[in-house]
């Protein structure tokens, strides 16, 4: 089992930045596709970005390209999502999922088989 931690999320006003982490721990981590959803009120939870551990290949969502980035770090078996011009509707729990395949579509969320508990991002206006 697969353990991931996500932090640094928080309050910040429309157009300002914030940089989530996804620790990951336990059993040797085997993860080859890392990504991040996120869920606000009475949506579902959906896909924002996701890598490719091995050669850092990035996927993105329409609504996130250009003002997000996804990178990882492996010495630190950490994953971070940059948020830069932050938008209102970005406001929801942030979450990251890992799973130990690569094929496949990267957009799925019942493709992941690990997840962290969620770290919120409220962006006011």
């Known amino acids: 089992q697969v353990q991931l931690v996500e932090s640094g999320g928080g309050l910040v006003q429309a157009g300002g930045s914030l940089r989530l982490s996804c620790a990951a721990s336990g059993r040797t981590f085997t993860s080859t596709v890392m990504a991040w959803f996120r869920q606000a009120p009475g949506v579902e939870r959906e896909f924002i970005a996701a890598i490719y551990w091995k050669h850092a290949i990035t996927y993105y969502a329409d609504s996130v390209k250009g003002r997000f980035t996804i990178s990882r770090d492996s010495a630190k078996n950490t994953m971070y999502l940059q948020m830069n011009s932050l938008k209102p509707e970005d406001t929801a729990v942030y979450f990251c999922?890992?799973?130990?395949?690569?094929?496949?579509?990267?957009?799925?969320?019942?493709?992941?088989?690990?997840w962290g508990q969620g770290t919120q991002v409220t962006v006011s206006s």
């Open positions: 999922a890992g799973r130990s395949y690569t094929p496949g579509s990267v957009v799925i969320r019942g493709s992941y088989d690990d």
